[in-house]
DNA sequence: TACCAGGATGTTG
DNA sequence: CAACATCATGGT
């Protein structure tokens, strides 16, 4: 068993209700308030589930407990649910913007849900490029269910992440009969490549600034100015990248600020000036107050 | 029916 | 460089 410690700004409860925002969701599943998840950790599979007891408590399903599986458990989750940010600070800057302050009231406690993997946020946000939420939520369960592998604990198939070697291996037609448009296929097979390659590193990435990794991202087809800031905020904590044209901030805006109509580009520039360092945080909020 | 979805790219004027 | 077409399908 292992045990993780929450700060005093955490809400397991607005965190349950993120993770269920969609039930077809396939890359973790919630049972009973119970978090579970498959990762591949040095090309084998780790079940593990979580739940909250005066902390964080996540127990290992798979054979392997090693100490050096435990500790990349333990990393990817304090990742995952972002427990070191320091949302004081978030707060403060919030009183800048009254209603972003009451979302901050309303949702106290709520960590960015991140995506721990690189490779995992460019793929999703490739599939969520222009498409509606549900629609791309099924073409990710198809990618998944057919080239991630799988675990099945108590009767229940978990799912892990395809890797970049497994998609980028394929060719534009074997997205077809899971309706992806050729685009997307032909995007999410130069994504893989790259880190096939070795010209996208999660790892390398991380010790750039913000301007450099978005330089790289934007270099690869299919990757571009909506895309590299949600993968930089969801898998890179940078706190500030703000996906400007994500057409989910503009209605949560739009309803947030009671607008007669959704918001220009530039109307969010001005209004995210208040939110500066946080941007991408205060984005999080706007779209949690989607689910009500 | 037309138009919009967690956009990005290639082409055209 | 701005405007437009294209993608592939589900929802309204």
Redesign the pocket.
């Known amino acids: 068993m292992i045990y993780i410690p929450t700060p005093e700004e955490f809400s397991y409860k607005e965190l349950l209700k993120f993770l269920s925002r969609n039930e077809k969701e396939c890359l973790h599943s919630i049972i009973d308030d119970v978090i579970f998840k498959v990762l591949e950790i040095d090309n084998e599979l780790v079940l593990f589930s979580i739940s909250f007891n005066n902390g964080l408590v996540a127990t290992i399903h798979t054979d392997n407990q090693s100490q050096v599986i435990q500790e990349k458990v333990r990393t990817y989750i304090e990742d995952w649910f972002d427990l070191t940010a320091d949302l004081k600070a978030f707060y403060d800057i919030a009183q800048q913007d009254l209603i972003l302050f009451q979302l901050c009231q309303k949702y106290h406690g709520l960590r960015m849900v991140g995506m721990p993997n690189l490779f995992e946020s460019l793929v999703w946000s490739v599939i ?9 939520y ?1 073409l990710k369960q198809r990618l998944v269910h057919t080239f991630g592998k799988s675990f099945t604990f108590q009767g229940e198939t978990f799912y892990a992440l395809p890797t970049p070697e497994t998609l980028a291996g394929l060719q534009i037609e074997d997205f077809q009969p899971y ?5 997307k296929a032909q995007y999410i097979i130069n994504i893989s490549k790259a880190f096939v390659e070795g010209i996208l590193s999660q790892q390398k990435l991380a010790l750039l600034s913000y301007d450099e990794i978005k330089k790289q991202l ?1 270099a690869i ?8 800031n949600y993968s930089m905020m969801k898998s890179l904590k940078s706190y500030d990248a703000f996906p400007v ?7 949560a805006v739009k309803t947030q600020y009671g607008l007669a109509g ?1 918001p220009s580009i530039a109307e969010l520039h001005q209004m995210s000036a208040n939110w500066s360092g946080w941007r991408g945080y205060a ?1 999080f909020y706007f ?1 949690h107050s989607l689910l009500g």
């Open positions: 969520g490029q222009q498409i509606n939420l549900n629609f791309a099924s309706q992806f448009s050729r685009g934007v087809k299919g990757i571009g100015n909506w895309t590299a044209e994500d057409v989910g901030l503009h209605n959704k984005t779209w």
